[in-house]
C-alpha cells in the first residue's frame, strides 16, 4: 500500500563484546568479513527492491542497528545509503539513524558517517557512573561517553541517548542526580529503559542464584515516575513507553513501527513487516551471520521464515504497537486499513475502568491500561465485530 509509510532496517550483527543484559542478535568475532556482510546486505537490498515489483514506496526512514553499527567502515554506511536510493525512491527529508557505542575510537568515525548520509546518531551511553558501566559491561568510561557524545552533537543535527535504570542497588536519589546530569547535555530525544533481566543471558543466571537483584515493584516504580517528572519538567514528555523527546524531534523510524507501517529487515536475524496488496507479510532472517550470508548468495534472500498474516491478526499487532504511544490511535483511520468495527460500547466500558481515554476519534491506553496492556487488547479485539 503506497500510503503505508516504509521503511528499512539494516542490521550490522558484530559486537567487539557481549553486554551480560543483552538478549540482541548480536555476536563477537575475532575478525569481521565486513566486505562480505556488506555484499550480502546489497544483494538482500536489491532481491527485495525486485519482490516488491515496479511501484515502490518512497523510503521515509532507514536503521542501522546492532550489535554495534559504529564499527563499521563509513564507506561500508555510504554504499548501503547510496544502495537503497538506486533501488528505490527516498524521500527528501528521509530520516537515517546508526547506533553507536561511545568507544573514543568509534567517535572519530563521526564525521565519515555524517558524509555517507547518517543525519541521525543513537549514543548507547547505558550510564554515567562508571562502577555502573563496568557492572554493564560496557567498554567505555563515563568520562568517555560524554566525549563521544560532545563529538556527536557536533556532527549530527539529531542526537539520542541511552540510558539503563532500575540497577541493582540504584536508589531514586541516585537516578534523579544521574537523569539530571544526562538532561544538562541538552539532546532532544533520550531511550530510558528499566533494567531487563532476559532468558539466556548471564544476568539471567546471576538472578536465578540470587546474586542479581533488581529493585521490586514499589521502587521500580519510583524510580518510572521519577523519570517521568523529570523528563516531562525539562520539556522531553514521553512520547511512548521509554522514550522521551522535544515536540519535534521524536525518533520516527521507531514511530514507523508504532504505528504500524510497512519495513524491511536486512540482514542476520534482522525481522520485517511488509505490506503488499493490503496484506502484511511477517519476515525474520537467519540469525547466525555466516548462514545468513550462505543462504543470501544462494537465493538472494537471508529469509528463514515468511507468515502472511490474517487480518485479524495483523490489526490486533497494529492496536499492540500503537497503544505504546502517547498520541493513541485514530480509530477510524484503524478502521478503515483493517475493515472492522470497534465496537464503542466496549470502549466505554474500558474507560470507565480507567483502562483507555476516547476523545475526538483518538482512543489512547492510560498509564493504567499499559499495565495491563494484552489483556487491554484481548478485551478490543474480543469488541471488535465485522460491518
Known amino acids: 500500500m503506497k500510503d503505508v509509510p516504509f521503511g528499512i532496517y539494516v542490521h550490522w550483527p558484530f559486537c567487539e563484546r557481549k553486554c551480560p543484559y543483552c538478549d540482541f542478535n548480536s555476536h563477537v568475532r575475532a575478525a569481521v568479513d565486513e566486505s562480505g556482510w556488506l555484499g550480502a546486505a546489497l544483494a538482500e537490498l536489491t532481491a527485495l527492491a525486485a519482490w516488491q515489483g515496479g511501484e515502490r514506496p518512497v523510503v521515509s526512514t532507514i536503521f542501522f542497528g546492532?550489535?554495534?553499527?559504529?564499527?563499521?567502515?563509513?564507506?561500508?554506511?555510504?554504499?548501503?545509503?547510496?544502495?537503497?536510493?538506486?533501488?528505490?525512491?527516498?524521500?527528501?527529508?528521509?530520516?537515517?539513524?546508526?547506533?553507536?557505542?561511545?568507544?573514543?575510537?568509534?567517535?572519530?568515525?563521526?564525521?565519515?558517517?555524517?558524509?555517507?548520509?547518517?543525519?541521525?546518531?543513537?549514543?548507547?551511553?547505558?550510564?554515567?557512573?562508571?562502577?555502573?558501566?563496568?557492572?554493564?559491561?560496557?567498554?567505555?568510561?563515563?568520562?568517555?561517553?560524554?566525549?563521544?557524545?560532545?563529538?556527536?552533537?557536533?556532527?549530527?543535527?539529531?542526537?539520542?541517548?541511552?540510558?539503563?535504570?532500575?540497577?541493582?542497588?540504584?536508589?531514586?536519589?541516585?537516578?534523579?542526580?544521574?537523569?539530571?546530569?544526562?538532561?544538562?547535555?541538552?539532546?532532544?530525544?533520550?531511550?530510558?529503559?528499566?533494567?531487563?533481566?532476559?532468558?539466556?543471558?548471564?544476568?539471567?543466571?546471576?538472578?536465578?542464584?540470587?546474586?542479581?537483584?533488581?529493585?521490586?515493584?514499589?521502587?521500580?516504580?519510583?524510580?518510572?515516575?521519577?523519570t517521568q517528572e523529570l523528563c516531562e519538567a525539562e520539556g522531553l514528555p514521553a512520547y511512548e513507553i521509554s522514550n522521551h523527546a522535544r515536540p519535534g524531534h521524536e525518533a520516527r523510524h521507531n514511530l514507523l513501527y508504532w504505528r504500524y507501517g510497512s519495513y524491511a529487515g536486512i540482514g542476520p536475524g534482522a525481522h520485517g513487516r511488509l505490506t503488499r496488496a493490503g496484506r502484511v507479510l511477517a519476515t525474520m532472517n537467519e540469525k547466525l551471520p555466516e548462514r545468513w550470508a550462505e543462504k543470501v548468495r544462494e537465493s538472494g534472500s537471508g529469509r528463514v521464515e515468511e507468515i502472511l498474516l490474517e487480518p485479524a491478526e495483523a490489526a490486533r499487532e497494529h492496536l499492540l504497537m500503537n497503544f505504546r504511544l502517547r498520541e493513541g490511535i485514530d480509530v477510524a483511520a484503524y478502521e478503515k486499513r483493517w475493515g472492522i468495527t470497534i465496537d464503542r460500547a466496549r470502549i466505554a466500558a474500558l474507560a470507565s475502568d480507567d483502562l483507555v481515554t476516547y476523545s475526538g476519534g483518538i482512543l489512547v491506553a492510560t498509564p493504567r491500561g499499559r499495565l495491563v496492556l494484552n489483556a487491554l487488547i484481548a478485551a478490543l479485539a474480543d469488541g471488535r465485530t465485522r460491518p
Open 66 to 226: 546492532g550489535g554495534t553499527p559504529s564499527l563499521m567502515q563509513a564507506g561500508a554506511v555510504s554504499e548501503i545509503i547510496d544502495g537503497i536510493a538506486r533501488l528505490w525512491p527516498v524521500a527528501e527529508d528521509v530520516e537515517i539513524t546508526l547506533e553507536a557505542n561511545p568507544a573514543s575510537v568509534e567517535a572519530d568515525r563521526f564525521r565519515g558517517y555524517r558524509t555517507a548520509g547518517v543525519n541521525r546518531l543513537s549514543l548507547g551511553i547505558q550510564s554515567l557512573d562508571d562502577d555502573a558501566l563496568k557492572f554493564l559491561g560496557r567498554l567505555h568510561s563515563a568520562a568517555e561517553a560524554t566525549a563521544a557524545l560532545s563529538a556527536a552533537q557536533r556532527t549530527f543535527p539529531r542526537v539520542s541517548i541511552d540510558l539503563i535504570y532500575a540497577r541493582p542497588g540504584q536508589s531514586t536519589d541516585a537516578w534523579r542526580r544521574e537523569l539530571k546530569d544526562a538532561l544538562s547535555f541538552g539532546t532532544r530525544h533520550l531511550s530510558l529503559y528499566q533494567l531487563t533481566i532476559e532468558p539466556a543471558t548471564p544476568f539471567a543466571a546471576l538472578h536465578r542464584r540470587g546474586d542479581l537483584k533488581t529493585p521490586d515493584d514499589e521502587l521500580s516504580a519510583a524510580l518510572y515516575e521519577t
